[in-house]
């Protein structure tokens, strides 16, 4: 069982930057593909970001790419999301989730198996 929460949301303008950071609790944190989704209002959650258990390959949506870092401190069981040149469309609750154990990567949200609350980032214009 692993839990996970985010942290690091706030209200920004357009241009500006934040880091997400997603706490997990529970054993061998490193060996779980991990990811970053998002959900607009009225719009369906969607994938932003993930990176591999092994290896630390990242992949990210085409809409971020460039823009946005994922990465993961394993001793720190804690995942990041650098979220910069944030645009008014970046607008979301932004959720931090982790696929099964061992499994080398996960990219959908029907995939995931544990799921964090959520963190709110609004972007201005």
């Known amino acids: 069982q692993v839990q996970l929460v985010e942290s690091g949301g706030g209200l920004v303008q357009a241009g500006g930057s934040l880091r997400l950071s997603c706490a997990a609790s529970g054993p061998s944190f490193s060996t779980y593909p991990m990811g970053w989704f998002r959900q607009a209002p009225g719009k369906e959650r969607e994938f932003v970001a993930a990176?591999?258990?092994?290896?630390?390959?990242?992949y990210y949506a085409d809409s971020v790419k460039g823009r946005f870092t994922i990465s993961r401190d394993n001793a720190k069981n804690t995942l990041y999301l650098q979220v910069n040149s944030l645009k008014p469309e970046d607008t979301a609750v932004y959720y931090c989730a982790a696929g099964p154990q061992y499994t080398i990567v996960v990219l959908t949200t029907s995939d995931m198996k544990y799921w964090g609350k959520g963190t709110l980032v609004t972007v201005s214009s």
């Open positions: 990176i591999a258990w092994i290896g630390g390959r990242t």
